[in-house]
Nanobody
């Protein structure tokens, strides 16, 4: 099995920055992609950014130019650097990974428990 643990959420003022981390652990065989989703109160969960094969990235339009996703394949960890934060970025941020584990070797989608990001003055 693969487990994801997020860290780095918190309270930040508008215009500030935060860096989220997502560490994958367990009997990992391969990680195809890692990404970040968010869910604000009363809204559906949405994709924020993801990274495939440690290289190809994708962002939702509202965060382009402000957020950067990266990964350290040796540490099985993904990061989300969030700059110029806005109140609309307030949400629970969830890490997501598509990974395979020993001994099944099937690629499955895995979710973290979520970390709260609050942007407020």
């Amino acid at each position: 099995q693969v487990q994801l643990v997020e860290s780095g959420g918190g309270l930040v003022q508008p215009g500030g920055s935060l860096r989220l981390s997502c560490a994958a652990s367990g009997s990992i065989f391969s990680i195809r992609s890692m990404g970040w989703y968010r869910q604000a109160p009363g809204k559906q969960r949405e994709l924020v950014a993801d990274i495939t094969a440690g290289v190809s990235t994708k962002y939702t339009d509202s965060v382009k130019g402000r957020f950067t996703i990266s990964s350290d394949n040796a540490k099985n960890t993904a990061y989300l650097q969030m700059n110029s934060l806005k109140p609309d970025d307030t949400a629970v941020y969830y890490c997501n990974a598509v990974a395979s584990a020993i001994p099944n070797y099937r690629f499955l989608e895995v979710w973290g428990q979520g970390t709260l990001v609050t942007v407020s003055s």
